[in-house]
């Protein structure tokens, strides 16, 4: 029997990428990895996912509208990169999979959806509201982040039979782990908040890592002082 999407060919089958984060700032350890993962993986889109400031977390210093004015001007002139807003338009705490459950149903069960972390968010991934359920809603890609615990050192039940079983390129709608090596980004944005606390605006951290549009906003919000 043929299989009931046999005449789809390849091509029309929509791969997506989602990467979710604070973005306080958006740096070019996000956007390079993303670049990174979008020709690694095929992708034809990666949506940047911003979320809301859970009132009882470690608070962003950048309010919701600028690090949404932020990720706009860094994707900008990037066909394969958009913004999506929804966790910031949605009130009360951000839960990735109501997200993916929204995206699912917006790009139809055929899509390749793949929700994209760094490894020292996916050493947290099991304290993840319903995190199993993320799994059949989306593929999972984990990049390997400097100074982070490596991804195979994860023992987390559950999740270490995952990770064993991890493929290199993403093949399925949803359900699949990757684990991506690509060159590392030795950036964060607790360093560039840092750097600009220190009023530091030669820093060559700060224009080696970020847009200068996105810089130039920082300065003109005065976000980090
Ligand atoms: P902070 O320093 O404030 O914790 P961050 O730099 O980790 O911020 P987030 O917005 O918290 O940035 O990260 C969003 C996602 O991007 C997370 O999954 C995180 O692991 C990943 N990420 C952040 N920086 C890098 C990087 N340099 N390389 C790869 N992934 C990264």
Redesign the pocket.
């Known amino acids: 029997m043929m299989p009931a999407h046999s005449h789809h060919t390849t091509a029309s089958i929509k791969r997506i990428g989602v990467?979710?984060?604070?973005?306080?700032p958006?740096?070019?350890?996000?956007m390079?990895?993303a670049k990174a993962l979008l020709a690694a993986q095929n992708l034809d889109q990666i949506y940047f996912m911003?979320?809301q400031q859970h009132p009882h977390d470690?608070q962003?210093m950048a309010n919701a509208e600028q690090r949404l004015a932020m990720l706009n001007l860094a994707v900008q002139g990037q066909s394969s990169f958009s913004v999506d807003d929804r966790e910031l338009a949605r009130s009360g705490k951000s839960f990735t999979v109501d997200s993916l459950i929204d995206i699912r149903e917006e790009v139809g069960e055929q899509a390749v959806l793949i929700f994209?972390?760094?490894?020292?968010?996916?050493a947290e991934f099991h304290r993840w509201q319903r995190w199993e359920t993320i799994f059949s809603l989306a593929n999972v890609a984990v990049?390997?982040?400097?100074n982070?615990q490596s991804v195979q050192a994860i023992e987390t039940v559950g999740l270490k039979q995952k990770i064993n079983q991890a493929v290199d390129f993403v093949d399925a709608p949803c359900g699949q782990m990757t684990i991506a090596s690509?060159p590392?980004?030795?950036?964060?944005?607790?360093?560039?908040?840092e750097q600009l606390l220190q009023a530091s605006a030669s820093s060559s951290l700060l224009t080696e890592f970020m847009s200068p549009q996105v810089l130039d906003y920082i300065y003109q919000q005065h976000i980090y002082r």
């Open positions: 990467f979710g984060g604070t973005f306080d958006v740096h070019l350890g996000h390079g990895s911003p979320c470690k962003p994209l972390l760094g490894s020292d968010a996916f990049i390997e982040r400097a982070a690509l590392p980004y030795p950036v964060s944005s607790t360093l560039l908040r």
